[in-house]
C-alpha cells in the first residue's frame, strides 16, 4: 500500500503555510515530518493531531494509491 499527501501540501499553499509552520503547529518530530515529504506511512495519532489542528478530515490530507502490481480483491 502506497500513500500520498499531495493534498496536505495543497492545503498548506491554499493557507500560505509552511511545512515548518505545520511542523509548529501541530507538533511533529523533524523525522516524521521526512516521512510525510517522501510520502511514507506515519502514525494514524499523527495524523489525526494535524486533521485536529487544521480543522480538516483524513481524507483532506491524505490519498491511497495503487502500487504497480498492486490487485484488488473482490
Do not use: F
Not at 511533529?28 to 489542528?53: G, H, Q, S, W
Not at 483532506?60 to 498492486?70: A, L, N, R
Amino acid at each position: 500500500m502506497a500513500v500520498q499527501y499531495n493534498k496536505l501540501w495543497k492545503l498548506l499553499v491554499d493557507r500560505k503555510m509552511s511545512k515548518a509552520d505545520l511542523r509548529r503547529l501541530a507538533e511533529i518530530a523533524p523525522n516524521t515530518m521526512t516521512k510525510l515529504r517522501r510520502d511514507e506511512m506515519v502514525a494514524l495519532p499523527i495524523l489525526d493531531r494535524i486533521c485536529a489542528k487544521l480543522g480538516v478530515d483524513y481524507g483532506d490530507i491524505i490519498e491511497h494509491v495503487k502500487e504497480e502490481g498492486e490487485t484488488q480483491n473482490a
